[in-house]
Each structure stands twice: as C-alpha cells, then as structure tokens.
C-alpha cells in the first residue's frame, strides 16, 4: 500500500509548481469576478464586492496576529508583523484598509456604511471568520502556508488597474490606490511566505498537508463570492441584510 509517508517529496521546483498551479482555482474564475473584470456587473454589485470585502480586509491583520501569537520563532515574526503595518498603517503611511476605504467612496459608497458593515452578507462573513478561526487554531505554519493565494493577486491587481477605468468610468480614480499599493506588497509578501513553505514542509505528507491548506483559503475566498452573486446577480439579498439596508 502506497502512502504519502512512503511516497518520496516533491523536489522544491516540482512542488513550487504544483502550488503555482492551483492558480486554477483562484476566485478569479468565479463567475461573478469574471463578470466584474468584464464590465458584465451593475454599479450595485461593485458597490455590493468592495463593501463586503472589506470585511475581509479588516480581519486579514487579525489573521495575522493569530499567526504571530502562536509563532515561537522571532525571525519569522520580524518579517511577519511586516503584513499588519500594511493594513492597518502607521505613522505616514494610513495602510491598505484606509485604501480600501477610500475604493469604497470612490465606487459611491459612503464611508460609515462601509466602516458599519451593514452591507456584509452572512456567508461572507461566516467564511471570513472561518479563516481567522484557521489561522488561530492551526498549526502556525499551516497558517502561514494559507497565505499563499497572494502568488495570484499581483495578475488580479494589475488586470484591475487596466481595465476598471475603462469598464467602470464612473469610479473615481483615487479609489485605485489599494491596487496599487498591493502590487509591490504581495509579490514580497509571496516571496518570504514561499520561501518559508518550500523549505519547511519537506516530506511528501507535509507538503500534501500544505495542499489541503491551501485548497481550503480557496475554498473560502470562492464562497465569499458565491454569496456575493446571489445577492447581487440573482437579487436574493438575505432579509437580515434588508433589514440594515431597506429600498
């Protein structure tokens, strides 16, 4: 009986590969993200993406300190905290959520309802959540593993930049910063989080592991979007939403 205990490890190039490869099941590929990139999506859907992603952007640096509190090694946590500053910001620099907020004025939305969460669906907020509660009760290295869907941002990020202005001329350019801030900063967020993951999952059971890891933040990022098209594409707004929200 062959096992992954009994199966030799990937090389580092074989299994950077296999990871690059899940790129297959990014949430670009959603409908609803395809759609978005190519204009297919009313303004209310826009508006609908930016505000309930939000609520992803404001728990990513929560994520992140999860990671932090269970990681013993000082080193990794040097290069880590790193992600925190990104979003939450510090002296001169107001961070990746104030851009994001700035996106939501620009896209039409006012600034308390995007701070307010009013428009955050329940799916999107359970698969959000569910992620944090990953990040805080998994192995630390298993966290940071899960953290690799960022080898797929920069092509979204930079397609977005292309194309939203010409798809969506109602949206005020400022509100592109967040893109391009994170052009830069996930492609050195990927290099220190691949680098950690090839050199540390070395068996071909541990590296396995770091597929399922990695399959279930895309799982999670994929229903964030299914809850997202049904409120917005098929019009089937959840009535606790409608509540928050009436007209």
């Known amino acids: 009986m062959t096992t992954s205990a009994t ?12 990871l690059r490869g899940m790129d297959r099941l990014y949430h670009i590929h959603h409908p609803f993200h395809i759609a978005m990139n190519e204009g297919g999506v009313e303004p209310a859907a826009v508006r609908g993406w930016v505000a309930n992603r939000f609520y992803y952007q404001i728990q990513i640096p929560r994520k992140d300190a999860a990671i932090l509190s269970n990681c013993p090694d000082r080193e990794v946590r040097r290069a880590w905290i790193q992600r925190i500053l990104d979003h939450d910001g510090r002296e001169g620099d107001e961070g990746g959520i104030e851009a994001w907020l700035r996106l939501g004025e ?3 939305l006012a600034r308390e309802e995007v701070l307010d969460l009013r428009h955050v669906l329940p799916g999107v907020r359970f698969a ?3 992620y944090v509660h990953f990040a805080r009760s998994a192995p630390w290295q298993e966290a940071i593993a899960s953290s690799l869907t960022e080898l797929f941002a920069p092509t979204i990020h930079q397609k977005r930049l292309e194309s939203w202005p010409v798809l969506y001329p109602w949206i005020d350019a400022e509100g592109y910063g967040y893109f391009r801030r ?27 592991r770091v597929i399922e890891v990695l399959t279930l933040k895309l799982e999670i990022l994929w229903s964030m979007l299914d ?15 409608r509540a928050r929200v009436p007209g």
């Open 128 to 130: 959000v959540d569910a």
């Open 106 to 108: 620009a896209v039409g």
């Open 182 to 208: 994170r052009l830069a900063e996930a492609r050195r967020d990927v290099e220190h989080g691949l680098d950690f993951t090839l050199g540390h999952f070395a068996t071909r059971a541990q590296q396995d």
């Open 227 to 241: 809850a997202i098209w049904v409120a917005y594409v098929d019009r089937q707004m959840p009535p606790m939403v």
């Open 7 to 18: 199966v030799p490890p990937r090389s580092r190039a074989e299994f950077e590969a296999v």
